[in-house]
């Protein structure tokens, strides 16, 4: 029987020695894993500088705003 450069398909998996695949799909798992946590962490952070930073700000002065409003409505017609 001749040597073959390939080895056989026997359909059982050697969990004993690492394969390079298995390298490389576990480092591409962990790039993903990151990149998905810094995506989230980097979402979250610019999501709440608008919402504390710029959106409450702008409401609060809109609200304040229609609440003087309404006090000097009420005022005038001595309510």
Do not use: C, Q
Not at 26 to 37: E, K, P, Q, S, V
Not at 68 to 73: A, D, N, V, Y
């Amino acid at each position: 029987m001749a040597a073959t450069a390939v080895r056989p398909i026997t359909g059982v998996r050697d969990f004993r020695s690492p394969r390079k695949e298995d390298d490389s799909m576990a480092m591409l798992r962990r790039g993903l894993i990151l990149d998905i946590g810094i995506a989230l962490g980097a979402g979250f952070v610019m999501a709440n500088a608008y919402w504390y930073g710029y959106h409450m700000p702008r409401t609060n002065a809109r609200d304040n705003y229609y609440k003087k409003l309404e006090e000097e409505r009420a005022a005038r017609m001595g309510a």
